[in-house]
């Protein structure tokens, strides 16, 4: 043996000051290129919806709305401990905030001036919009057309 490594690995023990990267090499600074838009079409990317839910049915809560009143869908008090951001049921009082008394009912109406309507951030449920048709003869296709054309290939010749 010429060497007194038992093995011929590279890498670690290496006495070579410059190893191959085989085109790993460090990346090219500045800006990335625009996307080609007239490439392939992206997926469309679930977007994230910031909106106030009722603690009781979880119906949306319109923004602007007065938290002294009750939720439009089921009549749940609003401006209640289980309503506020502040609500922990794990910690002191069951609220993250340093109040001085318990408030020993926490879904009726109180009046806390620490009071934080509770924000969830959720995903966006909404139907995607239907695809841009760029027919050049302006014909609208739907699902019977592919299948027409897939079953087209196959079809033997008729002579």
Do not use: W
Request: contains cysteine; glycine residues 6%; charged residues 25%.
């Amino acid at each position: 043996m010429d060497s007194d490594r038992k093995y011929r690995q590279r890498g670690y023990q290496d006495s070579d000051p410059k190893p191959e990267r085989n085109g790993n090499g460090p990346r090219p600074s500045g800006p990335r290129p625009p996307i080609d838009i007239t490439g392939p079409r992206l997926p469309r990317l679930v977007q994230a919806v910031t909106a106030s839910r009722c603690y009781n049915c979880a119906t949306a809560i319109p923004p602007g709305t007065d938290y002294a009143g009750a939720c439009p869908k089921c009549g749940a008090a609003l401006h209640c401990c289980k309503q506020c951001g502040h609500f922990e049921p794990s910690t002191r009082f069951q609220c993250l905030k340093p109040i001085p008394e318990r408030i020993p009912i926490k879904d009726k109406t109180n009046e806390c001036p620490l009071f934080e309507p509770r924000v969830t951030v959720a995903r966006d449920a909404a139907p995607a919009p239907p695809p841009v048709q760029h027919n050049s003869n302006n014909v609208v296709r739907n699902p019977n057309d592919a299948r027409s054309a897939f079953d087209a290939l196959f079809k033997k010749p008729s002579e």
